[in-house]
């Protein structure tokens, strides 16, 4: 039995002055849960217990113990039935996977709420029957997706014109689709009070558009494929689908693709299987042989299994390649660029540090438009990689660009963008995004695409920017912020505006 937890101590995101409403109880839960057995389920995880597994015995924890030390000692409002909560397996197995989720992510790991019953079709309709429902599709931790429901919803609600009906933005988990894909089972989506609840629904809800994102690492381009493929069957309007995704996935290909449009980063594809075959040749035939190069797995991500090399080392980067990336995988070999070093006067302990920036471009039914991003900065200067998978650090642009150092032989010296180099960032995203689009159908276009670029300054003080890379499931949304025309305007977090005035539209071709 529980016996060591003061019922009255409540997390942080439950407010301590007032009974606990219906919609918070997930949360009480699972802070008593994890309280009072989350030594013995960390452990359990430890041995790696699947999501079922670990959401049934926390289900238990709930149904016994936990009932027991709560029963008549926790602050409800009137009508919320504890009973009858801990009486449904359903809602007890959800939080029991939540809490896994949170116990896996460490103490800093969101809460999430969960409404107790399923809406009706009466509560249902008002919420959803008018205007066009939006489908993210997600199949990887549901916390750390709820900011990007969130994201997307504030901006569609920010950017609906005057008398334009609404854009539901539906945060549905792959479990919680149907067969055929076309319904959800549950979602996360915004309340009347701006914050999101994971509903579930008696009468699943049709969706008029989805996009696919945030997806496991482990299986992630073949889960898309198979999301992908039931809508295109069913006709279901995509904003990434998975053929023209394969274009970012495959790295080369991209590049291939910016080829002779695009500034870019010069890249090669090696085989895994035997990478002294071509490697010596292709680093030799480089024009600049002085330069390190870069290698790492051509379908990779987040900075996995990145690493920095002479351009000259051909053993060492040979091993790397058959050891590392694997003999049975393809690797990218690319030119090391990007000159500029991010170095505010607040974190001078951290050195010049490397950066990267994501740019946000969506089609808006007539064109690409870049409107939100971020900069990815290394953790220290000793670090090569910026991503955030690898330590990195997300930063507003405007902040980013704003304390820029170039390498002279006099040291470091601060160098500013100015309003022309902001609009070439902008439009090399743009220019990017088309590239890979190019030869496309609308229906086939990837809408909505992150832009990874480097920026390198001369002598004189001017800027060059080169696309790096394209991601067709773009990480990091939730931090995005507006794009700044020049470094004194003042911006705000976006994701897209654009890409709601595409998804209004080919809604209402959906249902009707």
């Not at 001369?458 to 949304?477: K, Q, T």
């Amino acid at each position: 039995m529980v016996t060591a937890i003061d019922p009255q101590t409540l997390p942080a995101s439950v407010s301590r002055e007032r009974p606990v409403a219906a919609a918070d109880v997930s949360v009480v839960l699972g802070y008593y849960v994890e309280a009072a057995f989350g030594d013995v389920l960390r452990a359990e995880l430890g041995k790696k217990a699947g999501k079922k597994t670990a959401g049934h015995r926390i289900a238990h924890l709930l149904q016994n113990e936990i009932r027991i030390a709560l029963k008549e000692r926790l602050p409800l409002q009137p009508g919320v039935d504890l009973n009858e909560m801990l009486s449904d397996p359903t809602y007890l197995a959800r939080i029991g996977e939540v809490i896994r989720e949170r116990l896996i992510g460490g103490s800093d790991a969101p809460s999430l709420r969960i409404a107790p019953k399923p809406l009706g079709r009466v509560e249902a309709d008002p919420l959803l029957k008018d205007g066009v429902n939006f489908g993210l599709i997600f199949g990887a931790e549901t916390i750390y997706f709820q900011d990007t429901v969130q994201a997307f919803q504030t901006d569609e609600i920010r950017s609906r014109p005057e008398r334009a009906g609404s854009v539901h933005v539906l945060g549905v988990h792959a479990d919680w689709l149907s067969d055929d894909g076309r319904k959800a089972h549950r979602a996360l989506m915004l309340d009347a009070t701006g914050s999101v609840l994971e509903r579930s629904f008696a009468h699943a809800v049709a969706l008029d558009v989805v996009a696919v994102l945030h997806l496991p690492r482990s299986g992630e381009r073949d889960l898309h494929k198979k999301l992908s493929a039931q809508y295109e069957h069913i006709g279901l309007p995509q904003i990434n689908p998975y053929e023209a995704s394969r274009r970012a996935d495959d790295k080369v290909r991209t590049h291939r693709l910016w080829e002779g449009r695009v500034p870019s980063v010069r890249a090669v594809r090696i085989l895994g299987s035997n990478p002294e075959r071509t490697l010596g040749a292709m680093l030799e035939a480089w024009p600049d042989q002085g330069c390190a190069v870069v290698a790492q797995p051509n379908m990779g991500t987040e900075g996995d299994r990145v690493a920095r090399f002479e351009a000259t080392a051909y053993p060492e980067i040979a091993r790397y390649i058959r050891d590392r990336i694997g003999s049975d995988s393809e690797a990218l070999i690319r030119e090391e660029r990007g000159n500029v070093r991010y170095f505010p006067e607040t974190e001078k302990e951290k050195g010049y540090r490397r950066i990267a920036l994501r740019i946000n471009v969506a089609w808006n039914g007539r064109d690409f438009v870049a409107e939100s991003g971020y900069a990815q900065v290394a953790p220290d200067e000793d670090h090569f990689v910026a991503s955030r998978g690898q330590g990195g650090t997300l930063v507003p642009l405007s902040t980013a660009l704003a304390h820029l150092y170039r390498a002279t032989d006099g040291g470091w010296v601060r160098t500013t963008p100015n309003d022309g180099d902001l609009a070439r960032i902008r439009q090399t995203a743009v220019y990017a995004a088309q590239a890979l689009n190019e030869g496309l159908a609308e229906s086939e276009y990837v809408k909505l695409l992150g832009i990874d670029l480097l920026i390198e300054a001369d002598e004189a003080g001017g800027f060059s920017v080169l696309a790096l890379e394209a991601n067709p499931r773009p990480a990091g949304l939730a931090q995005s912020w507006e794009l700044p025309r020049t470094l004194r305007d003042a911006v705000e977090p976006k994701v897209t505006f654009g890409l709601f005035d595409f998804i209004r539209d080919q809604g209402s071709k959906s249902r009707d």
